[in-house]
């Protein structure tokens, strides 16, 4: 196993001085870090650096934004000039872990380690590859004894969140599932949120036994039946809908398209089918 200096120098990082452990003391109270160990490791080689051949910066650790939600903590460590830095989480859940956070779209939990994310830049740097082709961790199919236990901690931690760490707390954990967990991956497809029942199926098709693929298979099934359902609803109700592949509804005079994976989140909670009926009319007098 290759030392973080070694990888930097075969990166050809341009660094600075490292800190010394009072420095990151310091630094880590002011900011409110709980800093991994192999993040003070890093940050004692060199206090920030960049790696050009992937056009990546990690910043200068007194620089490192802390990004902070009611169950994270998030040490943003890299800069690419797009908002959309990779953090290790640095708070009492998945400490240690990277995840990539973006400006405009849901995070992604990628490493188990600070460590484990400079082993894959190494990777990307000598073998000349696309940076949008970084291999997570969670690429590869095996789950340790450690993701399925904080998998399970975040499952009990999203039931008192509000609707953005809910979702990515339900999210991560699906990821850390393993294949042997397939109770309860089908549980996470039921909370109602969208963003996770996507990652749920996403991973699920990574997963691929004949076991997983029949829950993909369940959702879908159950999915197309719900939107046939909706549409007797409405047909009944007097409006004209379209079912269209059977996964979408098409709603005249218009045409208006309806949300129908966002109904069927809601699916168990009282009435749906009479708030669908009753969005498509509104949709339908709305001026256009």
């Known amino acids: 196993m290759k030392t973080i200096t070694e990888m930097l120098r075969e990166m050809n990082a341009t660094l600075r001085p490292g800190l010394t452990t009072r420095e990151l003391t310091v630094v880590a109270l002011k900011n409110g870090f709980e800093l991994p ?62 995840v990539h956070v973006f400006h405009d779209d849901a995070a992604e939990l990628k490493f188990r380690s600070v460590r484990s994310f400079l082993e894959a830049l190494h990777h990307t740097a000598i073998t000349d590859e696309d940076l949008d082709d970084l291999r997570s961790d969670f690429d590869a199919a095996v789950r340790t004894k450690s993701d399925i236990r ?50 749920v199926l996403q991973r699920l098709k ?20 719900f939107v046939s359902q909706c549409a007797n609803r409405l047909y009944a109700a007097g409006v004209t809908a379209t079912v269209v592949s059977d996964t979408q509804i098409r709603l005249d005079p218009g045409p208006v398209w309806l949300n129908m994976e966002s109904f069927f989140d809601d699916r168990s909670k009282p009435n749906i089918y009479d708030r669908v009926v009753e969005r498509a009319k509104h949709f339908l007098n709305t001026p256009k």
Do not use: H, W
């Open 206 to 225: 990574k997963i691929g036994t004949t076991e997983a693929a029949k829950i993909v298979d369940e959702v879908s099934g159950e999915y197309k039946r």
């Open 37 to 98: 160990s192999d993040v003070k490791e890093l940050y004692q080689v060199s206090n920030g650096f960049v790696i050009e051949s992937v056009a990546m910066e990690f910043v200068p650790l007194e620089d490192a934004l802390a990004l902070r939600t009611d169950c994270f903590t998030y040490a943003a460590l890299t800069e690419e000039n797009d908002s959309n830095p990779y953090c290790v989480s640095c708070g009492e859940y998945l400490n240690g872990y990277v």
């Open 150 to 199: 904080d998998a399970k901690q975040l499952m009990a931690l999203a039931k008192s969140q509000k609707e953005e760490e809910y979702s990515d707390a339900l999210r991560f954990a699906a990821t850390l599932l393993s294949s042997e967990n397939l109770d309860e991956l089908r549980e996470l497809i039921n909370t109602g949120d969208g963003y996770c029942r996507e990652a």
